[in-house]
């Protein structure tokens, strides 16, 4: 592999606070320099004049299909999205089909992104046999074959000694659980956010508490066994200060939030929309701004997209029929710019640190998610001043399931160049 100069760029890098027109330069994979430009006769050079680059996108919640539905999603599909939304890592959650419980499962995902993707593919197993909540899986020997979490997303662990035990495993492997928090007798037969818009519209709402209460139980259980806890999909306000005393006492915890749940309201479903049926729910005006605050003072951890492919077909049902999830690959980074950025809510340094140093550190990935001399050539290249309309062509997933069709944003992913190699530019990937 040879070298690769990135030159004149407006270089961020959040994990060492730099912010400076400077140039990159990339030798066999791995970030041999950063700073004033620098001549060498033998290497590929990018102009990146009037561009942001930063370490690549990670993205710590991904659904990937593969294997059980790849008319949704491959690994082959999904990474290539990855890559066009400008993440070069991003981790597969097991609700698959079989699940990912065993080394087997575990050796198809590792041998398939071999062959297949185009970013880095982590995986993790899940907590439980088959995600059922019962029989805690073989935590030593998934770790071996590969897995850096468990989770069993999508299926909330209701028996707190199953949780107790996996965060008792977790502490013995340092290896984080990473918990959909919901109490599902709570929810009930719930698909939207209790409040306001859930009565007007007659659909069936989900009361906070719902996502509150297992919080709180987990941060407990975290804090007996000093286990590593991560929670996902932060969604509701009232799980913010339980996440706080928890960090505050130095319990082992991590969160994570999704551009949906920081950008939008339950005010939206006023159009039925059923690319806006998520779960967790999408919250109040209240809840959205606690989030950002939230993200702020770095109650919240990193921003994950809970990339969730379906079909149109699937999609395309009454609103309490239709399932839960949005993609957000391709869409994270514009929307989280135009949104957030453009309007002063969030500084642009802190956008970039909760997508690349901030997951890095959730799952002990450093020195990914930086620019550091010696780490892997992970780079993304941003225009900030671009817009992007979003319409079924503008997705290299094979769903397209976001509420954001039709919309017309700013901030464009460019180049993404993944351990030394171009694979993703000007709407083109860039094939093995």
């Known amino acids: 592999m040879g070298k690769l100069i990135i030159r004149n760029a407006r270089v961020i890098d959040p994990a060492s606070g730099r912010d400076e027109i400077a140039s990159i330069v990339v030798a066999d994979g791995v970030i041999e320099h950063v700073g004033a430009d620098t001549n060498s006769p033998h290497a590929d050079v990018i102009d990146a004049t009037g561009l942001v680059a930063c370490p690549g996108f990670i993205d710590v919640h991904t659904h990937l299909r593969e294997p059980g539905r790849e008319d949704k999603e491959t690994i082959a599909s999904g990474t290539r999205a990855a890559a066009a939304g400008g993440f070069t890592t991003i981790c597969a959650i097991p609700n698959t089909s079989?699940?990912?419980?065993?080394?087997?499962?575990?050796?198809?995902?590792?041998?398939?992104?071999?062959?297949?993707?185009?970013?880095?593919?982590?995986?993790?197993?899940?907590?439980?046999?088959?995600?059922?909540?019962?029989?805690?899986?073989?935590?030593?020997?998934?770790?071996?074959?590969?897995?850096?979490?468990?989770?069993?997303?999508?299926?909330?662990?209701?028996?707190?000694?199953?949780m107790r035990r996996a965060l008792e495993y977790s502490a013995m492997f340092d290896v984080p659980i990473l918990d959909h928090c919901e109490d599902i007798h709570l929810a009930g037969e719930g698909v939207v956010h209790e409040g306001f818009y859930s009565t007007k519209l007659g659909l069936k709402g989900i009361p906070p508490l719902a996502e509150s209460v297992q919080v709180a139980r987990d941060v407990e259980l975290a804090a007996f066994t000093r286990g590593r806890l991560h929670i996902m999909h932060v969604s509701k306000r009232q799980s913010l200060p339980h996440i706080r005393r928890a960090k505050a006492e130095g319990v082992r915890v991590t969160a994570e939030v999704t551009p949906h749940h920081l950008t939008l309201t339950d005010a939206a479903l006023e159009s039925f929309d059923t690319n806006l049926k998520v779960n967790p729910p999408i919250g109040d005006a209240a809840d959205r701004d606690a989030l950002i605050s939230a993200l702020l003072d770095d109650t919240i951890d990193c921003i994950a997209t809970d990339h969730a492919p379906h079909t149109d077909i699937e999609k395309d049902q009454p609103f309490v029929d239709a399932p839960y999830g949005m993609v957000g690959l391709e869409t994270a980074f514009p929307v989280l710019y135009t949104s957030l950025v453009k309007s002063g809510l969030v500084p642009l340094r802190k956008l970039l640190e909760k997508m690349t140093i901030g997951p890095a550190r959730v799952l002990g990935l450093e020195p990914r998610g930086s620019l550091a001399v010696g780490a892997p050539a992970d780079i993304v290249l941003l225009n900030l001043s671009q817009e992007v309309q979003i319409t079924p062509d503008f997705f290299f997933s094979k769903s397209f399931n976001s509420p954001w069709l039709g919309s017309t944003l700013t901030g464009a992913v460019i180049m993404t160049v993944v351990s030394g190699k171009l694979v993703y530019s000007h709407r083109q990937i860039i094939e093995k």
Do not use: W
Not at 99 to 122: H, M, P, Y
Not at 131 to 152: C, K, P, W
């Open 98 to 162: 079989p699940v990912i419980d065993s080394q087997t499962g575990l050796k198809f995902i590792l041998s398939r992104a071999e062959s297949d993707a185009v970013v880095n593919v982590i995986p993790y197993a899940s907590v439980t046999r088959c995600q059922q909540g019962e029989e805690i899986v073989e935590f030593g020997d998934l770790v071996h074959y590969g897995a850096r979490g468990f989770t069993d997303d999508g299926h909330p662990i209701m028996n707190a000694e199953i």
